[in-house]
């Protein structure tokens, strides 16, 4: 067989694959992150054991984990996820390990969902497939967005706030777990992230110091 001839058959045989792989809704297909404030490590996602999964109850079996997530300064980390557009809705458990090392405590965690990373995020809108489970959201089996430190979870469609407690600095939680609906329609998401934390201490002290002085200035008057 002459060399073309050998070329052209490969290149049918990887057509003919192409177009028998099988297609999954919402499946995703790449990663990325951005952060001016963190590192991102080890993270993985397989095809979905059970495409079009919206709305079953309880955990779902397509899961998408990030190891570590490590802050190192107060700030968003935007986790941008590519899909394939197939016809349907499928259901992920996200599973996240969170390390503070901003040298602060954090009293809450705030995760949004949307598109695009950084100055260009845009916030995802009301009804348009993309959520946290939203109506429904009726895989709370695991449904602790922030983990064993933030006991009480207030959601909506695109906002999940996580507080009641507080993370420590230089703490380390392997159970930040949600729940997303991906629909078709859209050729990439984004899952932003952002620590809240108390006041830094150097903050506290400058503004205690400042009231000394105005209280010590309003008693010489
Ligand atoms: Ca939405
Ligand atoms: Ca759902
Ligand atoms: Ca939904
Ligand atoms: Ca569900």
């Known amino acids: 067989m002459s060399l073309s001839r050998t070329l052209i058959s490969s290149l049918a045989a990887a057509l003919l694959f192409l177009c028998q792989a099988p297609a999954s809704a919402g499946q995703i297909t790449g990663f990325s992150w951005f952060s001016g404030v963190a590192s991102v490590a080890g993270t993985t996602f397989s095809p979905p054991v059970a495409p079009n999964n919206d709305n079953a ?37 996200v599973m996240e390990g969170v390390q503070n090392s901003t040298g602060l405590d954090w009293t ?58 507080t993370q420590p600095d230089f703490s380390f939680a ?34 205690l110091a400042f009231g000394c002085a105005s209280l010590v200035g309003l008693r010489r008057e």
């Not at 109850?57 to 986790?79: C, E, H, M």
């Not at 993309?130 to 967005?145: A, E, R, T, V, Y």
Request: glycine content about 12%; charged content about 20%.
């Open 57 to 93: 109850v309880g955990t779902s079996p397509n899961s998408i984990f990030v190891t570590q997530k490590d802050y190192r300064a107060i700030g968003p980390v935007d986790l941008v996820f590519d899909v394939t557009d197939t016809g349907g809705v499928t259901e992920y458990l």
């Open 108 to 165: 809450s965690y705030h995760i949004e969902l949307g598109f695009g990373e950084g100055a260009g995020f845009v916030k995802s809108l009301p009804g348009d497939g993309l959520d946290f489970d939203s109506p429904d959201f009726d895989s709370d089996l695991d449904f602790n967005p922030g983990g064993f430190f933030f006991p009480i979870v207030t959601a909506s469609e695109d906002d999940l706030f996580a507080s009641g407690g």
């Open 174 to 207: 392997g159970n930040y777990l949600f729940h997303i609906d991906v629909p078709d329609g859209i050729t990439s998401f984004t899952i932003r992230q952002s620590p809240i934390a108390v006041p830094e201490p150097t903050s506290l002290c400058l503004l």
